[in-house]
């Protein structure tokens, strides 16, 4: 046995022992798409799903994807270099005028957006500057462009949403150039980032930032713009970064900025040259939920804010621990790994899908349940899940005041 062998072996001993006592939460297969789904058979209402404003299984959405599908086929076989399509332009075009910005490049995941965009300009000269809860894909590109010669940017980084923290980075950095990467929303504790006292505090010390505001999109700002339209700061943030794998129902990413930047990137970025070209179903897709969003994007997100509106009433007045969270994504701290493991179980016996974070998806004590409301959830979806939230968490010791530990073997 070779020495990936043994190291597969030895990493997997806490995954056998969860399937071993039928608590792997993970990779379960839907049978169905849509936030009303079912495994093995068994009908489920999916609170862990990313489609905030329930477009995804619009009939218009199926039907454009189907029309690009005979037009195009599934994919190009190709990358955008000698793969792009008339789709392909017309869309960036469309979202670059929606989110008012310059110009705008499609990536084929939100993914290599982020990580493209990072290495395109991170350089021995830029100290890179990261929100301590940033997402992976922050981290995987700032990591990527830290170890690759030549570039070898320096890292720092700053305690979460903390302007005092950031401003002591950027006063004591090493290289001439920083560039802060944040998120609008962050998606394991839904809280917001504290946007304008970042922004002030960045053009302070002339330095770049970079906003990703995958789950800001659709969500946040009177028409879904994101944390930008929200707050008023459109015109102020030179790049952001979203994706299709939320609002948009896909899969794919977003980078938006002034015409240069964009076409700097488009040129230097590997993680857009050397990926196959975003299939024109999808973008088809995409192009459709931009139309609703800019015919009835009030309507939309007003719902969307209605509905988590009341379930994050109910879950605090039954007794749920929120954490950081101010937005739809409210995740139900458990605090233990066996019981968020447990919750999980529970609830998806009776029908409601709420994934379980534990370590090292966060920090060993911050254990809880991911749960997010869209506006697809129906009023039945949300108090069916609250009282079978209020019924496990009470059995599990979860809700506030609680006197029991964490659940021992």
């Known amino acids: 046995?070779?020495?990936?062998?043994?190291?597969?072996?030895?990493?997997?001993?806490?995954?056998?022992?969860a399937?071993?006592?039928?608590?792997?939460?993970?990779?379960?297969?839907?049978?169905?798409?849509g936030l009303h789904s079912s495994i093995g058979g068994q009908p489920v209402v999916n609170f862990s799903s990313n489609d905030y404003l329930g477009l995804t299984q619009h009939p218009k959405v199926k039907e454009a994807a189907a029309a690009a599908v005979q037009k195009y086929a599934c994919g190009l076989s190709s990358s955008r270099v000698q793969a792009t399509t008339v789709a392909h332009v017309e869309l960036e075009e469309r979202l670059?005028?929606?989110?008012?910005?310059?110009?705008?490049l499609v990536f084929?995941?939100?993914?290599?957006?982020?990580?493209?965009?990072?290495?395109?300009?991170?350089?021995?000269?830029?100290?890179?500057?990261?929100?301590?809860?940033a997402h992976a894909c922050i981290l995987d590109g700032t990591f990527l462009a830290a170890g690759t010669p030549t570039q070898q940017c320096e890292v720092r980084f700053f305690n979460h949403n903390s302007v005092r923290s950031l401003e002591r980075v950027l006063k004591t950095k090493e290289r001439k150039n920083a560039m802060v990467?944040?998120?609008?929303?962050?998606?394991?504790?839904g809280?917001?980032?504290?946007?304008?006292?970042?922004?002030?505090?960045?053009?302070?010390?002339?330095?770049?930032l970079v906003l990703d505001d995958a789950h800001g999109t659709g969500t946040l700002g009177t028409n879904g713009r994101g944390i930008l339209e929200e707050t008023g700061l459109e015109g102020r943030v030179p790049i952001v970064v979203s994706t299709f794998s939320k609002t948009f129902g896909g899969i794919g990413g977003i980078l938006l900025g002034d015409a240069d930047v964009v076409e700097h990137v488009k040129n230097r970025a590997r993680s857009f040259l050397f990926s196959a070209s975003l299939p024109v179903p999808i973008v088809a897709a995409a192009g459709a939920i931009l139309t609703?969003?800019?015919?009835?994007g009030p309507a939309l997100v007003a719902e969307?804010?209605?509905?988590?509106?009341?379930?994050?009433k109910s879950l605090t007045e039954i007794g749920f621990d929120l954490g950081m969270s101010n937005t739809h994504i409210m995740p139900v701290m458990c605090r233990d790994e066996r019981k968020a493991l447990f919750m999980h179980i529970a609830l998806l016996e009776n029908g409601i899908y709420m994934i379980p974070i534990v370590y090292p998806g966060c920090k060993k004590g911050e254990e809880r349940l991911r749960v997010n409301v869209t506006r697809g959830h129906t009023r039945e979806d949300m108090d069916q899940a609250l009282e079978m939230l209020q019924i496990y968490g009470d059995a599990f010791f979860v809700l506030s005041g609680d006197e029991l530990g964490p659940m021992e073997d």
Request: glycine share 4%.
């Open 181 to 189: 990467l944040i998120e609008g929303i962050y998606s394991l504790d």
């Open 19 to 33: 399937r071993e006592k039928q608590v792997y939460p993970m990779f379960k297969p839907f049978e169905s798409g």
């Open 96 to 104: 670059a005028a929606w989110y008012r910005f310059e110009s705008a």
């Open 108 to 133: 084929t995941t939100g993914y290599q957006a982020m990580v493209g965009t990072i290495m395109s300009f991170a350089d021995k000269d830029t100290t890179l500057i990261l929100d301590s809860l």
């Open 304 to 312: 969307l804010h209605d509905k988590a509106a009341y379930f994050r």
């Open 292 to 296: 609703m969003l800019e015919d009835d």
């Open 1 to 17: 046995m070779s020495w990936i062998h043994e190291k597969a072996n030895r990493e997997l001993t806490r995954i056998r022992e």
């Open 191 to 208: 809280d917001k980032a504290v946007l304008k006292e970042i922004v002030e505090v960045c053009e302070k010390y002339d330095a770049v």
